[in-house]
T-cell receptor, first 112, second 118 residues
Framework: QKEVEQDPGPLSVPEGAIVSLNCTYS??????FMWYRQYSRKGPELLMY????GNKEDGRFTAQVDKSSKYISLFIRDSQPSDSATYLC????????????FGEGTQLTVNP | NAGVMQNPRHLVRRRGQEARLRCSPM?????VYWYRQLPEEGLKFMVY????????ESGMPKERFSAEFPKEGPSILRIQQVVRGDSAAYFC????????????????FGAGSRLTVL
């Protein structure tokens, strides 16, 4: 069983839709949770970072962490074609964040 | 700020040859990390280095792979006697000195080096 499970998709939505991306994990030591966005042939770029449980909002993006269920989510409101990318969840158990464990990534396409 | 620079962006090697991938961290960053992304798989941690020190190499294959981050110059990931299974995208990331519990130590990734082994 993988430490982090993420549905690879692909996920296709119309422009303006609300997108929900999710990951589950098995390691209860994870405390730091991140979402990265990766465009084709590019490196991952950090979108959201949360520590422990709770919600965090940044513009059209909201990250949620439920440690009791070992479940994290990323919501994208008013999705745009420019949001089309692969979204990777990542998590870490130590404060330095040096060793991140990534999900497989979900490929998202937002159709105009 | 040029960000994390990786080169070459694309590298083709025949089986048995050596591959050398280079990474220059962001200005002011002293920590370097290497991750590998195989087709249809997520990023996998390989190694974490500071200048002249390997901090965590628990993700490195036991043979043929090595990494260094010298006092001067870029970090280098070296793969000896490459095999087809080494074909992947290799990403380097860097971060500033760890902030510990006071905040996030965010990794900034480079664009990656794509290795193809024929």
């Amino acid at each position: 069983q993988k430490e982090v499970e993420q549905d690879p998709g692909p996920l296709s939505v119309p422009e303006g839709a609300i997108v929900s991306l999710n990951c589950t994990y098995s390691n209860s030591a994870f405390q730091y949770f991140m979402w990265y966005r990766q465009y084709s042939r590019k490196g991952p770029e950090l979108l959201m970072y949360t520590y422990s449980s709770g919600n965090k909002e940044d513009g059209r993006f909201t990250a949620q962490v439920d440690k009791s269920s070992k479940y994290i989510s990323l919501f994208i409101r008013d999705s745009q074609p420019s949001d089309s990318a692969t979204y990777l969840c990542a998590m870490s158990s130590d404060t330095s964040g040096s060793r991140l464990t990534f999900g497989e990534g979900t490929q998202l396409t937002v159709n105009p | 700020n040029a960000g994390v620079m990786q080169n070459p962006r694309h590298l083709v090697r025949r089986r048995g040859q050596e591959a050398r991938l280079r990474c220059s961290p962001m200005k002011g960053h002293s920590h370097v990390y290497w991750y590998r992304q195989l087709p249809e798989e997520g990023l996998k941690f390989m190694v974490y280095l500071q200048k002249e020190n390997i901090i965590d190499e628990s993700g490195m294959p036991k043979e043929r792979f090595s990494a260094e981050f010298p006092k001067e110059g870029p970090s280098i990931l070296r793969i000896q006697q490459v095999v087809r299974g080494d074909s992947a995208a290799y990403f380097c990331a860097s971060s500033p000195i760890g902030t510990g519990a006071s905040g996030a130590n965010v990794l900034t990734f480079g664009a990656g080096s794509r290795l193809t082994v024929l």
